[in-house]
């Protein structure tokens, strides 16, 4: 779905909200999800400065916000249309959660326009207006204490939204927003991954300094070097993340006047340039 589809044909419809600091609130959420298209049945007030002073940078979703009269004339020319709600209805109804709602909606708004409607602060939508929705859509929160406040519910199915969207993009064009980044190696991480020989001289001459300071004996070892390899191999180190800590395993020897008896390396070179400052 291309970006002005994702933004123009699924709105956000708010009915009849008590509180203009929520509206600004709502707007401030949808912008932060790339929404933009936001409709106010019969608001209690609106515009006021309360409802700027909350959008916080929002404005802009403010100032192009449709205001009606009635429900009808927000769901004028929607092909779809989903209301919030807390379960328990006397008649069943189709009850989707919001990850399925987002999916809906986007796929809804290749054909036309969509709308989420979001009830009063107090007491939701009525039965008459969620009648009006092809689907209800239940946010599963706390049953001890589910009650959201509006502009969380409006930032949750945003959510959702814009993480379907990413998807499509991703699947598409390319998405950077979804890729993890949790390693060297990984697209957009400043350091490349040590060499395995680099860390092996990393683990020798922590081996040593352990040695050093008698805190390790290499005549019973027991599981000390195996965990600690366990350790830092978890941790995936990158080059800058070796040089710093061979710098500080020699200003550690150096502090204690042990040198070991190491054939120097060029990791041991790299170590000392850490240690004088060169990062």
């Given at each position: ?19 203009s ?42 100032d ?64 008459d ?5 092809h ?9 001890d ?101 061979r ?17 120097p ?7 000392t ?7």
């Amino acid at each position: 779905m291309g970006i002005d589809t994702f933004q123009d044909q699924i709105r956000i419809v708010l009915v009849e909200t008590s509180h203009s600091g929520n509206i600004g609130a709502v707007a401030r959420a949808m912008k932060n999800m790339g929404l933009g298209n936001l409709w106010l049945v019969n608001p209690n007030s609106f515009p006021d400065e309360a409802s700027y002073a909350r959008a916080a940078g929002a404005s802009d979703v403010l100032d192009r916000a449709n205001v009606v009269s009635s429900l009808d004339e927000a769901l004028s020319g929607c092909t779809l249309v989903m209301g919030t709600s807390a379960r328990g209805r006397k008649v069943p109804w189709p009850v989707i959660p919001p990850p399925e709602a987002a999916v809906a909606a986007c796929q809804n708004a290749e054909k036309g326009n969509v709308a989420l409607v979001f009830g009063r602060e107090n007491h939701g939508l009525s039965n008459d207006e969620l009648q009006r929705c092809h689907y209800h859509i239940h946010i599963p929160s706390n049953p001890d204490y589910s009650s959201l406040n509006l502009a969380m519910a409006v930032q949750v199915m945003c959510y959702e939204l814009r993480m379907y969207h990413l998807r499509g993009l991703e699947a598409g064009a390319g998405s950077p927003y979804l890729k993890p980044m949790t390693a060297p190696g990984d697209p957009g991480w400043d350091i490349p991954p040590a060499p395995v020989n680099d860390v092996e001289g990393f683990f020798g001459h922590l081996e040593q300094v352990l040695t050093d300071v008698d805190f390790h004996r290499r005549d019973n070892p027991r599981q000390l070097m195996t965990r600690l390899r366990r350790l830092f191999q978890r941790a995936r180190l990158d080059q800058m993340e070796i040089n710093i800590l061979r710098g500080i395993l020699t200003a550690v020897q150096k502090a204690v006047g042990a040198s070991g008896n190491r054939k120097p390396t060029d990791a041991d070179a790299k170590a000392t340039g850490q240690e004088n400052g060169h990062v």
